[in-house]
C-alpha cells in the first residue's frame, strides 16, 4: 500500500460550494476490496489495446465483451466526490484511472515524492513516454503540493514543463514537487522527475488558492 497524504474527511453535507472542495470524503473501502485489483485489470487492458493488433474476429469479440461490460455500470453511476476512482487513497493515484498510476512515497508541507512507472499506455512515440502524461503527472502532484502546503484547494494557473531528456516507459521514476514560494494566495510549485540520477524533466507551475464557493 502507498503511503498517502493526510486528507481530511468530511461528509457531504458540510461541503465546499464551488468546484473543488477543501476537503472531501476519502475511502478505503469504497468499490469492494477488490476495486484496486479492478483498475490494474483496466490498465492492464488499456496498455493491451495500445500495444496489440487484434484480428478482425477478437476486435468483434472484444467489442461485444465491452459493451456487455459498460451495460453492468450504467445503474452505477455517481458523482465525482464518491466514486472510488478519484478518492480511493488507498490505491495509485487515488484509484483515479485518468491519471498515470503514481506511487506516493512521502507527502506534507514540505512536499511531495512519489514513484511512477509509465507504460506503453502512455507511449508518446519511438518508445518513450508522451509529455501530455507528464505534464499530467506535475499537474497532479504539483497542485497535491500546494494544497498539503497551504492546507487548501487551488487550481493551476499555468504549468510549465521543461523537457530535458527522454522518459523512458517500463522504468520506475522518482518524481518531487514543492512549494517554491507563497504570495498570498499564489503558489508557485517546482517540480522535477528522474531516471536515476538522470533528469528527464522539471516542472515550474503556479497555483492559485481558491476563495470559499469559486469554482
Ligand atoms: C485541509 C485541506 C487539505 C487538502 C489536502 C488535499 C490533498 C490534495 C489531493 C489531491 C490534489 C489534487 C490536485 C489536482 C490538481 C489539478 C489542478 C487542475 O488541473 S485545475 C484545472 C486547470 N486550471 C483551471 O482550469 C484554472 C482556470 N483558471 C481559473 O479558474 C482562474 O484563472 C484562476 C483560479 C487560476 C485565477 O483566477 P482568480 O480570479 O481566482 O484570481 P486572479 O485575480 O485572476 O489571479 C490571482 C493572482 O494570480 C495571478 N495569475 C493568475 N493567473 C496567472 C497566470 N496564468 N500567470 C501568472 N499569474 C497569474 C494574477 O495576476 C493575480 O496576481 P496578483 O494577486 O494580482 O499579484
Not at 22 to 45: A, I, L
Not at 94 to 104: F, K, M, Q
Not at 187 to 201: F, I, N, S, W
Request: charged residues 25%.
Amino acid at each position: 500500500m502507498s503511503a498517502q497524504p493526510d486528507v481530511e474527511s468530511s461528509s457531504a453535507s458540510d461541503a465546499h460550494e464551488g468546484g473543488f472542495r477543501p476537503t472531501f470524503d476519502v475511502s478505503t473501502e469504497r468499490g469492494g476490496p477488490n476495486y484496486g485489483k479492478f483498475v490494474g485489470q483496466v490498465r492492464e487492458f488499456m496498455d493491451r489495446v495500445r500495444a496489440a493488433l487484434p484480428s478482425a474476429e477478437l476486435t468483434d469479440e472484444l467489442l461485444a465483451d465491452l459493451k456487455s461490460m459498460n451495460a453492468k455500470l450504467v445503474d452505477f453511476e455517481t458523482d465525482e466526490w464518491t466514486s472510488p476512482s478519484g478518492t480511493r487513497i488507498d490505491l495509485p493515484a487515488r484509484g483515479n484511472i485518468t491519471l498515470p498510476p503514481y506511487d506516493i512515497v512521502d507527502a506534507g508541507p514540505d512536499g511531495v515524492d512519489a514513484t511512477i512507472t509509465f507504460t506503453r499506455f502512455n507511449l508518446g512515440g519511438n518508445g518513450a513516454a508522451h509529455g501530455g502524461f507528464v505534464a499530467l503527472l506535475f499537474d497532479d502532484l504539483g497542485g497535491m503540493a500546494a494544497a498539503l502546503n497551504i492546507e487548501g484547494i487551488c487550481r493551476t494557473a499555468y504549468l510549465k514543463i521543461d523537457y530535458r531528456s527522454l522518459t523512458p516507459l517500463n522504468s520506475e521514476l522518482a518524481v518531487r514537487c514543492w512549494v517554491d514560494r507563497v504570495e498570498g494566495r499564489k503558489v508557485y510549485v517546482r517540480g522535477t522527475l528522474h531516471e536515476g540520477d538522470r533528469l528527464c524533466a522539471e516542472m515550474d507551475a503556479l497555483f492559485i488558492k481558491l476563495k470559499p464557493g469559486q469554482p
